[in-house]
């Protein structure tokens, strides 16, 4: 019981810590509210599931040392990063016109999982963490799995309420440019520093 709950505190610390998909998660639901945001969020749930069994299975890293790959990667990632900023931080207002697609959708979601660094070194590190079961060892990854998962359908759906509890303040105009700008340095930071610490390792 005792691994059981480090495990999901470990968990809990890994996946809800500011990062690309949960400051994105959060710049979302402020912006776009939290009815508009759950389909992004589905995706990139989503996304986290593939990832959880990329890193499981062990393919993450096998793909990570082909040679010349990871720069590839790295970069795409990069470039995904600026494009999601760039549309948080020109989101309009509240109560201003939007087209039905402006809010990001379930698609954009999974690919910024499956782009997002911090996601496999969180992962990764919980799937080397101590056994949590006396099963298989494919007994043993399916239940880190499946609590990983949970854990972060929790994680995501908290912080997109949390951006969409400042959604009143976006109707503002001024206060609403702001908060957006905000949360896309936030967002590029947290993606810049998980993909220098992956070109670093």
């Not at 954009?108 to 963490?129: T, W």
């Not at 007994?139 to 949390?162: D, Q």
């Amino acid at each position: 019981m005792d691994v059981l709950v480090g495990f999901l505190l470990a968990t809990l610390a890994l996946a809800g810590s500011p990062g690309p998909n949960t400051l994105s998660l959060a710049a979302v639901g402020s912006g776009f509210g939290g009815v508009r945001g759950m389909p992004y969020m589905a995706g990139l749930t989503l996304g986290m599931a593939l990832v959880i069994g990329l890193c499981g299975s062990g393919v993450s890293a096998a793909v990570i040392a082909l040679p010349g790959l990871a720069p590839v990667i790295f970069g795409a990632a990069a470039v995904y990063f600026l494009w999601l900023a760039w549309r948080i931080a020109t989101a309009p207002p509240l109560g201003q016109a939007r087209g039905p697609d402006h809010a990001p959708r379930w698609p954009e979601g999974v690919v910024i999982s499956l782009m997002n660094p911090k996601a496999y070194a969180a992962m990764s590190a919980m799937f080397a963490a101590p056994a949590l079961t006396v099963l298989s060892p494919w007994g043993e990854a399916m239940t880190k799995a499946v609590l990983l998962w949970g854990v972060i359908w929790v994680v995501n759906y908290c912080w997109l309420a949390t951006g969409a509890a400042l959604n009143p303040l976006f109707r503002n105009p001024a206060t609403s440019r702001a908060i957006n700008i905000c949360f896309a340095v936030a967002l590029l930071l947290s993606g810049g520093l998980s993909l220098l610490g992956q070109i670093r390792a």
